[in-house]
């Protein structure tokens, strides 16, 4: 049965610190993998990864994946209270262009 | 705010109720999606819509009634719902083809009493 793990569960931080988020994944014909920020509402897109080894970036914001070890991980740097949220790690088979497999989210707390 | 809107916002209900859930983009993506999300819990799917036509019915109880009117357009209709149907309720949207992240819309919130 397809599967992506996350850990930890919950992470509890300082601002300033930097954070690193894991997601590993058992997906048949995997294609790719996504990571989504939810605070109260909408899941807000991140990235989309699909090849291994090529980091993606946006400001404060990283994600790798590895293909190989089946993980990705996402790095925050300097973290900040709007970071707080939840972020949910999905991956995508082959088998369907629409059919998302979630894992359970890392909910993460920013202390001031 | 994001590019896939949801109203409404919030909706009570009671179980012998009829009402329906809106979502609209306008970014020209063709595949909608109808999701379900407990708390703490990831979305779940209900429905896909690709071009206009149901592409995917995950075992939805018939309460639940989608409807994609055009390509910018998709409904949830419902009807007689259990106080377990109480949730968040998503809305997203994507590209159609491989390698197309899906946007989400900020959801309804629906209690039913």
């Known amino acids: 049965e397809d599967k992506v793990v996350q850990s930890p569960l919950s992470l509890v931080v300082h601002e300033g610190d930097t954070v690193t988020l894991n997601c590993s994944y058992e997906?048949?014909?995997?294609?790719?993998l996504l990571w989504y920020k939810q605070e109260k509402k909408a899941p807000t897109f991140l990235f989309m990864l699909?090849?291994s080894g090529i980091e993606k970036k946006s400001g404060r914001l990283s994600s790798i994946l590895d293909k190989k070890e089946l993980f990705s991980i996402l790095n925050i740097t300097a973290t900040q209270t709007g970071d707080s949220a939840v972020y949910l790690c999905?991956?995508?088979?082959?088998?369907?262009?629409?059919?998302?497999?979630w894992g359970a989210g890392t909910k993460l707390i920013i202390k001031p | 705010d994001t590019e896939v809107t949801q109203t409404p916002k919030h909706l009570v209900m009671g179980m012998t109720n009829k009402k329906s859930l809106k979502c609209e983009q306008h970014?020209?993506?063709?595949?909608m999606y109808w999701y379900k999300q407990k708390a703490k819990k990831p979305p779940e799917l209900m429905f896909v819509?690709?071009?206009?036509?149901?592409?995917i019915n995950e075992s939805v109880p018939s309460r639940f009634s989608p409807e994609c009117p055009n390509s910018s357009l998709l409904n949830l209709h419902l009807h007689a719902l259990q106080p377990e149907d109480s949730a968040l309720y998503l809305c997203?949207?994507?590209?159609?083809?491989?390698?197309?992240?899906?946007?989400f819309g900020d959801g309804t919130r629906l209690s039913i009493l």
């Open positions: 970014m020209g993506h063709r595949a």
């Open positions: 819509y690709s071009y206009e036509k149901l592409s």
């Open positions: 997203a949207s994507s590209q159609e083809g491989t390698f197309q992240p899906q946007h």
């Open positions: 997906v048949t014909n995997f294609r790719s």
């Open positions: 699909t090849s």
């Open positions: 999905a991956a995508l088979g082959m088998d369907s262009n629409y059919q998302l497999i």
